[in-house]
């Protein structure tokens, strides 16, 4: 699967970013999604994820109630709503699929990677 992320950009704090994540491959649809994050000097980090059939979405607690991870099959992209940003949610925000119907939190089990989309957030 290839992964291309966007929608990463400059926002205030309090302020809203969706972010998208386009696949290609047949097999998309059968894999659970995950969005992850970078912060310069700090590790990657999970974000949130959803499952194959859209079942099922899990969440980092420090972004639980501001995020909303969806997926639309038919045009094969994984969405990531920001919302009430904050100036710590601010990283290098990367899609991944894993082989995995259902999410999994650890990055070492997703499979392929997107190029990462900047998000900034100003105080």
């Known amino acids: 699967v290839q992964l291309q992320a966007s929608g990463g950009g400059l926002v205030q704090a309090g302020g809203s970013l969706r972010l998208s994540c386009a696949a290609s491959?047949?097999?998309?649809?059968?894999?659970?999604m995950g969005w992850f994050r970078q912060a310069p000097g700090k590790e990657r980090e999970f974000v949130a994820g959803i499952n194959w059939n859209g079942g099922g979405t899990y969440y980092t607690d420090s972004v639980k109630g501001r995020f909303t991870i969806s997926r639309d099959k038919a045009k094969n992209t994984v969405y990531l709503q920001m919302n009430s940003l904050k100036p710590e949610d601010a990283a290098v925000y990367y899609c991944?699929?894993?082989?995995?119907?259902?999410?999994?939190?650890?990055?070492?089990?997703?499979?392929?990677w997107g190029q990462g989309t900047l998000v900034t957030v100003s105080s």
């Open positions: 991944a699929a894993t082989r995995n119907i259902v999410v999994v939190a650890t990055a070492e089990k997703y499979n392929d």
């Open positions: 491959g047949r097999t998309f649809s059968t894999y659970a």
